[in-house]
């Protein structure tokens, strides 16, 4: 397809400026509760509600809207197991020699191992995949700026994740190629991020952390 889309009125949500910045304030205030999370009750949450984060992740915006993303939605017992075992053995490997001394020592506040149980306690799994080229009958179509797009939904997936009182955690095993396997999917498309979403444990704990200031994060040019 080409040419011209037809262009359509916006629907602009037109909040007073009082309401902007109250809007503003209190959205900061819900992300800043936002903490990644090891430790997941193995509660069940309906498939509707992952559904509903899958279709807030794709209307993030994308090189030329080609919406380069497949959001696998994992439930089934046996393939978290399978996936477990699978991202445990890269893991293993990584923490006894892959990460450099360095990497290791600034994992160490953390207190993570190559033991990835989450995998299996959480009730979903969302592994993403970014969509290197289009395969339309066979035929190979571009994508453009395919790791900010998917970024950018990965994004808007935790945000929604975490805006239906859910937690998760951005895992990234590392290489991360058994799950193009495990999962079947096709050539042109590539691992990204692996999320456990559900609800935190009882007894999760999160380490103490800060987060930078907006002096350290932000320079404005007014
Ligand atoms: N992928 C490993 C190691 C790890 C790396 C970074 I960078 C982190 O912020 C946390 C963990 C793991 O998941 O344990």
Not at 43 to 66: D, F, M, Q
Not at 196 to 216: F, H, I, Q, T
Request: aromatic share 10%; glycine share 4%; proline share 6%.
């Amino acid at each position: 397809m080409s040419g011209k889309a037809e262009f359509i009125p916006f629907q602009s949500s037109n909040f007073s400026k009082e309401e902007t910045e109250k809007r503003s304030l209190s959205f900061y205030h819900e992300m800043n509760k936002r903490r990644s999370l090891r430790m997941f009750s193995n509660e069940p949450v309906p498939k509707n509600v992952l559904e509903n984060i899958i279709l807030t992740a794709g209307t993030a915006p994308s090189g030329a809207h080609k919406q380069p993303w497949t959001f696998c939605l994992i439930g089934n017992s046996a393939l978290k197991s399978e996936i477990r075992k699978a991202a445990e053995q890269e893991e293993y490997e990584s923490y006894h020699g892959r990460m450099s001394e360095e990497w290791l020592k600034d994992l160490e506040k953390f207190d993570t191992n190559w033991h990835k149980p989450f995998i299996e306690t959480a009730p979903w799994i969302i592994v993403v995949f970014k969509k290197i080229y289009d395969l339309e009958e066979g035929e190979k179509k571009n994508n453009y700026y395919v790791n900010e797009s998917v970024g950018i939904a990965c994004g808007m997936l935790i945000t929604a994740i975490h805006q239906a009182g859910l937690v998760t955690l951005t895992h990234t095993p590392s290489p991360m190629n058994f799950l193009s396997k495990i999962l079947n999917r096709p050539s042109n498309e590539r691992p990204f991020l692996l999320l456990p979403v559900g609800y935190a444990a009882a007894n999760a704990e999160v380490p103490k952390l800060g987060r930078k200031s907006l002096d350290e994060i932000c320079i404005s040019f007014d």
